[in-house]
Nanobody, 127 residues
Framework: QVQVIESGGGTVQAGGSLRLSCAASARTFSYVNYFVMGWFRQAPGKEREFVAAINWSGGSTSYADSVKGRFTISRDSAKNTVYLQMNSLKPEDTAVYYC?????????????????WGQGTQVTVSS
C-alpha cells in the first residue's frame, strides 16, 4: 500500500514563504523509474486544481501558470520526499494542499490521473 503524508502547512503573511513536504512510503519507490509526484490545492467552494508535478526519475517538472516563478517543486531521493517551496505567497494561494502519486513516467495535470493521495495540509496567506 502506498502512503503519502504531507507536512509544512501554516499561516503566513502575504509575500512570505512556506515549504511543504511530502513523504511517500518506500513501496512507492519500487516503481522508481515509473512514477510522478504532484501537488494540488483546493480552496473553499472551489474545485481541486493542479499546482506542480515532478517526474521522480528524470526530474522534469510542470507548473500551473498561477504559481510559475513563485513555487518550486523538488525531490530528495535519499529521503523519499518531495518538496514544494512557495515564495511570494498571495492570499489567493490559501487552500488545502494535497500531495499525490501517479504511477506513470508522464507528468499529468488532472487529479483523476493520480492514484494515491495524502490527507492534505492547510496553507493560509493573510493580507
Amino acid at each position: 500500500q502506498v502512503q503519502v503524508i504531507e507536512s509544512g502547512g501554516g499561516t503566513v503573511q502575504a509575500g512570505g514563504s512556506l515549504r511543504l513536504s511530502c513523504a511517500a512510503s518506500a513501496r512507492t519507490f519500487s516503481y522508481v523509474n515509473y512514477f510522478v509526484m504532484g501537488w494540488f490545492r483546493q480552496a473553499p467552494g472551489k474545485e481541486r486544481e493542479f499546482v506542480a508535478a515532478i517526474n521522480w526519475s528524470g526530474g522534469s517538472t510542470s507548473y500551473a501558470d498561477s504559481v510559475k516563478g513563485r513555487f518550486t517543486i523538488s525531490r530528495d531521493s535519499a529521503k523519499n520526499t518531495v518538496y514544494l517551496q512557495m515564495n511570494s505567497l498571495k492570499p489567493e494561494d490559501t487552500a488545502v494542499y494535497y500531495c499525490a502519486v501517479r504511477r506513470s513516467s508522464a507528468l499529468a495535470l488532472k487529479s483523476d490521473e493520480y492514484s494515491h493521495w495524502g490527507q492534505g495540509t492547510q496553507v493560509t496567506v493573510s493580507s
